[in-house]
């Protein structure tokens, strides 16, 4: 089981992020469904929120220019960003005010993405907000109308955690108001990343949060009877920490090349995803050997 661990995971990352060619893509532009108030969705999950293509926001008399772009996105687009997983191919839009904006979203990716602005007038666009979503490879469309103002809005991908890793960036407007940030490769991290831990030091403390995790007992959340405690002497070194700490040994070589670039916290999310693989086909396993050794009658 241990052989296989280091494997697993590298695959179904490669399987999920792999990104096709073009004539691969699917468009959902010719397929999706006006729910009204600039809602549209179709069958396939491609979902546009908040379109507007005729009103004006506040302070725009008319439509100062129309302008498209394509923003992909993707894993590959991370890969020039250092500990990042995903990421647009550009970070920086600028327009002018009261720009008509009609945005070309590709999914290169086979998971969902998502493009997304907040902040905008919510008595044109409901909740504040202009969002672009599909499961990939595909790609989706929508228009928009940009605000009057000098404002700079974040553009982001708000599946869980795709921000975090690096799906960002910044749009302004006019002159915007300034710089978000930990945008890639644009801002300052907010929270700098810290690359000074060593793989045996992670491993070691990954090793010691299971450890001490294997050994706390799980108690009812409303017992039926109070039950006295019962006094116990933990050994100072047990042996599941003793397994835990060697199998922390034995793999460290092969998880080596695997962490090569990544920050702590993604090394030790890594870590338990191993976990979770390794408990699955021991489960497996165990249900195999009660199937064969007590088959039903």
Request: aromatic share 8%; with cysteine; charged share 20%.
């Amino acid at each position: 089981m241990v052989k296989l661990l280091p494997f697993t995971t590298p695959i179904v990352v490669m399987l999920l992020s792999t990104g096709l060619s073009a004539a691969e893509i699917v468009d959902h532009d010719g397929i999706l469904m006006n729910h009204g108030d600039g809602h549209l969705m179709d069958m396939d999950g491609g979902m546009v929120m908040g379109q507007n293509s005729e009103t004006l926001p506040p302070g725009c008399d008319s439509v100062s220019e129309t302008k498209e772009i394509t923003v992909h996105a993707g894993h590959k687009y991370a890969e020039k960003f250092p500990g990042r997983m995903f990421a647009f191919d550009e970070q920086e839009y600028k327009f002018k005010p009261c720009t008509k904006l009609t945005v070309h979203f590709i999914n290169e990716d086979r998971i969902r993405h998502q493009w997304m602005m907040h902040g905008l007038p919510k008595n044109i666009y409901n909740k504040g907000m202009f969002h672009l979503e599909v499961t990939g490879p595909a790609k989706i469309s929508g228009t928009l109308i940009l605000p009057s103002n000098d404002k700079t809005y974040l553009v982001h991908c708000d599946i869980a955690q795709h921000m975090e890793k690096g799906m960002k960036a910044q749009l302004k407007v006019g002159k915007g108001d300034g710089d978000l940030p930990s945008i890639p490769g644009l801002t300052a991290n907010a929270i700098a990343d810290d690359y000074n831990a060593t793989l045996p030091e992670l491993l070691s403390i990954a090793s010691q949060a299971a450890a001490y995790l294997a050994t706390q007992p799980i108690l009812p959340a409303t017992p039926l009877l109070p039950v006295a405690p019962i006094a116990t002497k933990d050994p100072a070194f047990s042996g599941v920490t003793f397994i835990g700490l060697t199998l922390g040994l034995l793999i460290a070589p092969f998880l080596a090349k695997r962490f090569n670039g990544m920050s702590t916290s993604e090394v030790i999310a890594t870590l338990f995803d191993f976990l979770k693989v390794g408990t699955t086909f021991a489960v497996k396993q165990v249900s195999n050997l009660v199937k064969r050794y007590f088959p039903k009658n």
